[in-house]
């Protein structure tokens, strides 16, 4: 059967601008925003972009924020995804406990090292499930939805833990909190990998549209044949999936599952991040390297204030002061001063 | 009516408004008189928005003047133009759902004693407003409990009560039905002959030709005429719009009888605990209309076939095939195409870009590892942008910056890049300019003599007579009747909707 364009003669197509040039990407917001701060890191501390090359790997403060900053940027992946949907993950620091906690009683019962590892990643995919499906089966609200596994999963991470802190020794958990490969630490690759698996995975399919759709208008994306529930528990699962790594690198780190404070409020810092990234808590267009890039900064400013001599308290203070700028910069009001769309695309509307 | 006995009230003179390279506005004079109904007219980009966001004050002219009273007046904001006596009442109803008739009637200025709300006071003060309005209704219940139409008068009476003097009407019927348009036209014409000066804009000729009494038409930013109502016609009206003539396709007889393919679908006693069980079977090549009042059941038996809710009892049977058909997704793997009656709420996903919203239900179907890449997705963007003459600057461009009319093409142009079998279209023209209305009526009709099925709803007799083979008529969630052949016409229509000599059904 023929469409009804069959007989229709073609005309002038409206033009379809050609894709980004790679430049733009320096006058982001966000990328300008980490080299400001950067400088100012510098001009405090003057040898803070010194590395040096020791015992086989790269070492120094750039170096130092990327690998604090790690556990961040992987949580930061997962609840980008989250985001776009309209959702929001508050779970995620919990469920670095949980993993944190099995991987450690397992190796610390005699459990080979990987069968642990991955019992930790599995019992983070089930977190991610459990909230996925309080979200679409049941139907509750995101926030709400996953307040819960915030709450009971460090009550969960203790029971498994009994209470106390479970340290271990294993060479294999202890190379995914401190060790390196090629010269950058481990975290640093474990996240740029996942970075760049996970971007690839929703840009080269249709995954990316299709969550952005559901963010958008999920009702609409229903009546469009979408099966929004399944992309949904998808994306949570992901979440969990993530959170669960970056639980593994935080007890490799210390050598063991402290089930109270293992990513403690860094739910929190992972949802700045991805705000920071320029996705909107309203859902929509995401972008997952600009929030490992949010992760980044907000390391930055951490770091900054600490090798400055500066108080911690200050941290908290400087970190607000610095996100205000970063979101006068992203709202539609600087576009406007700059004559620039809130995307940074170049648009053309009617 | 003639002019001459009226006093203007507002006006309008040499209004100019530019945004960038466009002149929305050129050199436009207008005046509203005192105790006249004044429809504005125009299709979508011709200045009608423009030039009421000037008369109320949310835009500022770049050159004219406007006078209120003979006096000249700039305003800065709408709030400013209220302290004038400039009300206006929107389409969608900008009061607070969630509080109560009375609450929304005096809110910000609500009776108060020794600093406290009154609320007893303020109960009774707007039991007495809305007498006049002829509304007897619990002030006190929240105000989405009531009817649309309601809300809509409850607006008209607190814009009446802050302004008084001029009351701009911004498509107040798009979402009432017949009963309902006919009750505010009663409330509009009371306050007209209490002297008020009124703005009535909207898409439905009928109902201007019914309400107003002069006219102003404008095209492409410049205004065609100013004229009382009873010296033109609708198609002297239609003409000025569009700048040229436009012709229906009025004879019923000859789609009656066309020539129609197999049964394509069919619905066998398809049912739901609140709608009664249908049946009805859809040739190819065949338009089924569908008339009925709002709330009548028109659009829920449209979602009981495209899996939007799901059907207690009953099948679906394709081409001889029985399927099941629980949720859209497996609608739109059967074929089916479904643009439903509210664009915004259920069609369109406003921040993506044209092209995406056109190629988003081909992609859900062909699953997420099939993936269009870009070149294809420009390619069916292109495609079906060209045949239904979309409108947009670019394809990249999100597609709530287009208009209402472009936004509907986008969803049909969505649908027809599935290569559907069925297609189930829920008032594809509501709310919709008179050109792109013409569009989609022909759409229709091409589809149909290219061998598909449809099942297209609308509140527009005209329009169903015009490309129906068959209509069914609904009432009470029921269908109570099918007109085919001869019998399709508005009055038969009608008289099937109001359940004239039928038996009663128990």
């Known amino acids: ?350 | 009516m003639s002019d001459t006995d009226k006093t203007p009230v507002l006006e309008a003179r040499g209004i100019v408004k530019v945004f960038g390279q466009h002149r929305a506005l050129d050199t436009v004079d207008f005046t509203a008189n005192a105790g006249e109904v004044h429809a504005l007219l125009g299709e979508n980009g011709a200045g009608k928005s423009t030039l009421i966001k000037i008369l109320t004050g949310a835009y500022q002219p770049d050159s004219g003047a406007l006078l209120l009273d003979g006096e000249p007046i700039h305003l800065r904001d709408p709030l400013h133009g209220q302290s004038y006596g400039i009300g206006t009442v929107y389409q969608e109803v900008n009061l607070l759902p969630n509080r109560s008739v009375a609450e929304n009637l005096f809110l910000g200025r609500q009776p108060t004693r020794f600093g406290l709300i009154d609320r007893r006071r303020s109960e009774d003060l707007a039991r007495d407003l809305l007498a006049r309005y002829g509304l007897a209704i619990d002030v006190r219940a929240e105000l989405s409990e009531f009817s649309v139409a309601v809300q809509q008068i409850v607006a008209i009476a607190r814009a009446v009560e802050l302004s008084g003097k001029v009351l701009v009407l911004d498509e107040p019927t798009a979402s009432l039905d017949r009963n309902e348009v006919q009750r505010l036209f009663e409330v509009v014409r009371n306050l007209r002959d209490q002297g008020l000066s009124i703005i009535f804009i909207t898409h439905f000729l009928d109902q201007v030709f019914d309400l107003a009494d002069r006219v102003t038409i404008l095209r492409n930013g410049r205004k065609i005429v100013t004229q009382p109502l009873n010296t033109l016609s609708t198609t002297d009206v239609v003409r000025m719009m569009l700048g040229k003539d436009v012709a229906f396709d009025h004879h019923p007889s000859a789609l009656g009888g066309a020539a129609r393919g197999d049964v394509h679908v069919q619905f066998k006693g398809l049912g739901r605990k609140d709608m009664s069980p249908f049946d009805l079977a859809i040739h190819e090549g065949e338009v089924v209309g569908v008339a009925g009042l709002l709330g009548s059941g028109r659009t829920e038996v449209a979602r009981l076939m495209f899996g939007v809710d799901t059907a207690d009892q009953g099948e679906v049977v394709v081409k001889g095939k029985a399927m099941t058909i629980r949720n859209p997704a497996q609608a739109v793997a059967a074929g089916f195409g479904f643009c439903p009656e509210d664009r915004k709420l259920d069609g369109i996903f406003g921040d993506l870009s044209v092209r995406e919203n056109i190629i988003i239900a081909l992609q859900a179907k062909l699953g997420w590892f099939r993936t269009l890449n870009r070149d294809d997705q420009i390619e069916l963007a292109g495609r079906y942008a060209e045949a239904l003459d979309i409108r947009a600057a670019n394809h990249d461009m999100p597609v709530r910056l287009l208009s209402g009319g472009n936004q509907q093409k986008v969803i049909l142009a969505r649908w027809l890049a599935i290569d559907p079998t069925f297609l189930i279209l829920d008032e594809p023209t509501r709310g919709i300019d008179v050109g792109a209305h013409a569009e989609i009526v022909r759409t229709i009709n091409r589809l149909r003599e290219e061998g598909l099925a449809l099942f297209v709803i609308s509140s527009e007799l005209d329009e169903v007579v015009a490309y129906s083979n068959r209509v069914v008529v609904m009432r009470d969630r029921e269908m109570v009747a099918e007109l085919a052949g001869d019998a399709i016409a508005p009055d038969g229509i009608v008289q099937a909707i109001a359940g004239t000599p039928r038996e009663t059904n128990a």
């Open chain 1, 1 to 350: 059967m023929t469409r009804p364009t069959a007989d229709i003669r073609p005309s002038s197509q409206p033009p379809h601008p050609p894709a980004r040039p790679i430049y733009t990407f320096f006058t982001r917001p966000q990328v300008i925003a980490l080299v400001a701060v950067l400088l100012v890191n510098w001009l405090l501390f003057p040898g803070f972009f010194t590395i040096t090359w020791q015992d086989g790997r790269l070492f120094g403060s750039l170096i130092d924020v990327l690998n604090r900053g790690a556990p961040v940027a992987i949580l930061a992946i997962g609840m980008t995804a989250v985001i776009a949907t309209k959702g929001v993950d508050l779970s995620v620091g919990a469920v670095m406990a949980i993993s944190g906690a099995v991987a450690a009683t397992l190796v610390s019962s005699g459990v080979p090292a990987t069968v642990a590892v991955l019992a930790a990643l599995a019992a983070g995919l089930l977190c991610g499930l459990w909230n996925g499906i309080l979200v679409t089966v049941l139907d509750i609200q995101p926030i709400i939805a996953t307040l819960v596994l915030m709450v009971a999963g460090r009550g969960l991470a203790q029971l498994i833990t009994e209470g106390s802190i479970v340290t271990f020794a294993d060479p294999l958990l202890v190379f995914l909190g401190t060790g390196s490969i090629l010269g950058l630490p481990t975290p640093v690759v474990i996240a740029i990998v996942l970075m760049i698996v996970a971007t690839l995975i929703v840009r080269r399919t249709a995954l990316g549209l299709l969550i952005e759709a559901v963010g958008v208008n999920r009702s609409a994306a229903r009546f469009a044949g979408l099966s929004a529930g399944t992309l949904l528990l998808i994306v949570y699962t992901f979440a969990g999936f993530c959170a669960a790594i970056a639980g593994l690198i935080v007890a490799g780190d210390i050598r063991g599952a402290d089930a109270n404070n293992a990513g403690l409020w860094l739910e929190l810092d992972a949802i700045l991040a991805v705000v920071i990234g320029g996705t909107s808590l309203m859902g929509g267009r995401f972008s997952i390297p600009l929030a490992v890039l949010g992760a980044m900064i907000i390391q930055a400013m951490n770091t900054g204030i600490l090798i400055s001599g500066f108080s911690p308290e200050f941290n908290l203070v400087v970190k607000s002061a610095v996100i205000i700028v970063i979101l006068v910069l992203q709202s539609p009001l600087s576009a406007r001063v700059f004559r620039r769309r809130p995307d940074g695309r170049p648009g053309n509307p009617q």
